[in-house]
């Protein structure tokens, strides 16, 4: 293998020093603590539901991203985890536009009624981030935190919501689907594993 030398700013080209490393004596680099899993995006025709399944439970928290429009306006975007359809969800969320602030919540629901939102309308997309917090832990109830926000040239739209999921099995597989009718296309949709502290 050909040697990597570094060389001293004191010594000019004169002064070198001998590696064996390519890192010539620097600090390792470390990678992002996200980690891609799996990502969809939406066809032509639209999709009713996305699945994303297989989750590993080698992370800390999940993150799921994306952007989306639906075939009807402002569609609440549901969540059932492990295809669990029992009465055992629950939300809060504050919400508003530029002139309006609202809350609400909800219990013993079969889904997480807001996992973010849908755009206005199949033209409009918005964009969303949610959080699933400590998916992989037996030991509690699992809960979700979304940050959801669009424009509609001027008419804007932000929601920030929490879920949850009385039960405590591993999360391995997530559904997502919007309130009425179809995601369209182009909406995408990325999961990522985020890794603890090394």
Do not use: C
């Amino acid at each position: 293998m050909t040697p990597v030398y570094k060389l001293s700013n004191a010594g000019g080209f004169t002064s070198k020093q001998k590696y064996t490393s390519m890192l010539a004596g620097n600090t390792a680099f470390s990678p992002s603590a996200f980690e891609s899993i799996a990502t969809y995006s939406v066809g032509s025709g639209g999709v009713a539901d996305i699945t994303f399944s297989s989750i590993p439970a080698t992370y800390s928290h999940l993150q799921i991203r994306f952007i989306a429009a639906g075939s009807s306006a402002d569609m609440d975007v549901q969540a059932r985890f492990n295809s669990d359809s029992g009465a055992n969800y629950a939300r809060h969320r504050m919400y508003g536009g530029g002139s309006s602030a609202a809350t609400d919540a909800g219990t013993n629901s079969t889904k997480i009624d807001t996992f973010g939102r849908t755009g206005s309308g199949a033209s409009i997309y918005g964009g969303n981030v949610v959080d699933i917090l400590d998916y992989a832990n037996t030991n509690k109830y699992k809960t979700t935190r979304s940050l959801f926000g669009r424009d509609s040239n001027g008419d804007g739209f932000i929601m920030f919501s929490s879920g949850l999921w009385m039960n405590t099995n591993a999360i391995t597989s997530i559904l997502l689907f919007p309130q009425t009718g179809n995601f369209s296309q182009y909406s995408h949709f990325a999961l990522y594993g985020i890794k603890g502290a090394a």
